[in-house]
T-cell receptor, first 115, second 112 residues
Framework: ETGVTQSPTHLIKTRGQQVTLRCSSQ?????VSWYQQALGQGPQFIFQ???????GRGNFPPRFSGLQFPNYSSELNVNALELDDSALYLC??????????????FGPGTRLTVL | GENVEQHPSTLSVQEGDSAVIKCTYS??????FPWYKQELGKRPQLIID?????GEKKDQRIAVTLNKTAKHFSLHITETQPEDSAVYFC???????????FGSGTKLNVKP
């Protein structure tokens, strides 16, 4: 198993609510990427955080936002939840910048259900 | 952004046979090409990767081949076993900072 952890494991929300998902990166990693995986599809890149700054974003609206903390853990926030936001949310940590490596390691994911 | 296509979408083989999954991509600047295995309800796990300065890489029953000119890379699994049954994703890197576009996945079913 990787050293990447996510919380909570499962979450049920209703449409219009807000949610915060958390990710702790692997030791030595300074980059966290977030992905949304709808049922039966591949993970889609939401955004990436490197040294506490957003470092690239996929095709997701502004109601998807994030943070990275000095210890490189990260949060994904989703406002005004819609039914289509129901998915598995995965974070992946890697090392960017000096000493960068290509490999990213995934956390176990948070299963979000929006009713 | 990167356009990634994966074929086939489903693949059913008999235990002991070989399986090949192909991934095509559009960004000629891509230089790192991993394959992930995802079992039901679990996280994607890296099973093999290749960099653009190498044409082929093998790890026991798994191999990856890369054709940078044609912009495709393939996953080869030999002597398949039932535990190889899973969804496999290719995810070429599309910039210098560890951003990846995933294919739509190939569901491999190995029949005992």
């Amino acid at each position: 198993e990787t050293g990447v952890t996510q919380s909570p494991t499962h979450l049920i929300k209703t449409r219009g609510q807000q949610v915060t998902l958390r990710c702790s990166s692997q030791s030595g990693h300074n980059t966290v990427s977030w992905y949304q995986q709808a049922l039966g599809q591949g993970p889609q890149f939401i955004f990436q955080y490197y040294r506490e700054e957003e470092n690239g974003r996929g095709n997701f609206p502004p109601r998807f936002s994030g943070l990275q903390f000095p210890n490189y853990s990260s949060e994904l926030n989703v406002n005004a939840l819609e039914l289509d936001d129901s998915a598995l949310y995965l974070c992946a940590s890697s090392r960017g910048g000096q000493g960068a490596t290509d490999t990213q390691y995934f956390g176990p994911g948070t299963r979000l259900t929006v009713l | 952004g990167e356009n990634v296509e994966q074929h086939p979408s489903t693949l059913s083989v008999q235990e002991g046979d070989s399986a090949v999954i192909k991934c095509t991509y559009s960004d000629s600047a891509s230089n790192y090409f991993p394959w992930y295995k995802q079992e039901l309800g679990k996280r994607p796990q890296l099973i093999i990767d290749i960099r653009s300065n190498v044409g082929e890489k093998k790890d026991q029953r798994i191999a990856v081949t890369l054709n940078k000119t044609a912009k495709h890379f393939s996953l080869h699994i030999t002597e398949t076993q039932p535990e190889d049954s899973a969804v496999y994703f290719c995810a070429p890197k599309w910039d210098n900072f560890n951003k990846f576009y995933f294919g739509s996945g190939t569901k491999l079913n190995v029949k005992p």
